[in-house]
């Protein structure tokens, strides 16, 4: 079975975010997205954090080796935690947390 793409997306109307998957867009249902600022769109990375939680890009994590917390971001086709540096997220997703994210707590 294939995996299902999902993205989401900042709500500037509602101050949330949005969350929906690109079947429904290629489908015809972009309902979701009147209000949303289109620069903030980021995509699941299909790993979830140390609680089960999804990670998403944007997202605040804390490395749970070292406790640094860095951004998660979409580059040169990888998803990567940014500490100052670049680390891959798929060797460190079991061992972080999710405990924010680019627009409700910008700060990582």
């Not at 989401?8 to 998957?21: H, I, L, M, N, T």
């Not at 994590?61 to 998660?72: F, I, L, Q, R």
């Not at 680390?87 to 997703?93: L, M, Y």
């Amino acid at each position: 079975m294939p995996r299902e793409i999902k993205f989401r997306a900042w709500d500037v109307e509602r101050g949330e975010y949005v969350f929906f998957s690109l079947s429904s867009v290629i489908n015809g249902d972009s309902s979701k997205l009147c209000d949303v600022d289109l620069e903030s769109v980021e995509q699941f990375t299909n790993l979830k954090d140390k609680n089960g939680k999804e990670i998403y890009e944007g997202d605040v994590v804390k490395d749970g080796w070292s406790g640094e917390n860095g951004t998660v971001s979409f580059e040169s086709g990888f998803f990567y935690l940014g500490f100052g540096y670049l680390e891959n997220i798929s060797t460190q997703s079991e061992d972080c947390e999710v405990i924010g994210n680019t627009h409700q707590s910008p700060s990582p």
